[in-house]
């Protein structure tokens, strides 16, 4: 008898362990902490996948001419009276600008 008691028992620990278990998984999925995606048309999706490999391609042909400039120009910059003066942050923010993100397009507009 008491063999049957304990199978009994470890019949109930199952079901409240299962039913302890859906909960938590029921709980989980009913609240949602993440912020609601602005849907983007599907042509803006379109336009991001197609255009960004000549995204790539341009901002590099951009930056590459964008240094082929700027280097000379940093030279020229330190044989003057302040080197390190506007002109080099004009150089500085025109690379940064030039040869920095974004590089991948995004379909929405952010």
Same mark, same amino acid.
């Given at each position: 008898?008491q063999g049957r008691s304990i199978m009994?028992?470890?019949?109930?620990?199952?079901?409240? =362990? /299962?039913? @302890?278990?859906? %909960?938590?998984?029921?709980? $989980?999925?009913?609240?949602?902490?993440?912020?609601?995606?602005? #849907?983007?048309?599907?042509?803006?999706?379109?336009?991001?996948?197609?255009?960004?490999?000549?995204?790539?391609?341009?901002?590099?042909?951009?930056? =590459? /001419?964008? @240094?082929?400039? %700027?280097?000379?120009?940093? $030279?020229?910059?330190?044989?003057g009276v302040d080197p390190y003066g #506007?002109?080099?942050?004009?150089?500085?923010?025109?690379?940064?600008?030039?040869?920095?993100?974004?590089?991948?397009l995004s379909p929405t507009a952010s």
């Open positions: 008898m009994q028992g470890c019949g109930i620990m199952r079901i409240k =362990a /299962l039913a @302890l278990l859906l %909960a938590v998984v029921l709980g $989980g999925c009913a609240s949602s902490t993440a912020p609601p995606v602005a #849907e983007s048309p599907a042509g803006n999706t379109a336009v991001a996948v197609i255009g960004t490999p000549f995204l790539l391609v341009f901002k590099t042909a951009t930056c =590459a /001419l964008t @240094l082929a400039v %700027a280097a000379p120009a940093a $030279g020229i910059l330190a044989l #506007e002109g080099y942050d004009y150089l500085g923010s025109g690379v940064a600008h030039n040869c920095g993100p974004p590089y991948v």
